[in-house]
């Protein structure tokens, strides 16, 4: 289990490629908060998948398009896990999406505050 003592936020967790994804972090051994803005019960079926399987989720309603959806989002993963990650967890992804690089993944540049929540 790889990912043994490491969180992640999946948005969009509770169906799709958000689901298989959650899943896939579940079976690696992260901690998984499952995002989701507005089907409940196909976020608790995957919070269900991922603590029958033995391992830890918890689902969390927050559009992430609101500034203060997305700090609910983190106080609850704080509060669920004590955790989202060190400073070496998030570097990498912080430069990348810092970089002109990240507009080809985005079609639009992303402004990171470091420190804070991710202007996206």
Sequence with gaps: MKLQGKT??????????GAATALELGAQGANVIVN???????AASVVAEIQKAGGQAHAVQANVTVEADVQKLVDETLATFGRLGQPDDLSKVIAFLASDDSKYMTSSYTSVNVGSLMDL
């Design 8 to 17: 992640a936020i999946v948005t969009g967790g509770g169906r799709g490629i």
């Design 36 to 42: 989701y803005v507005g089907n409940a019960e196909a």
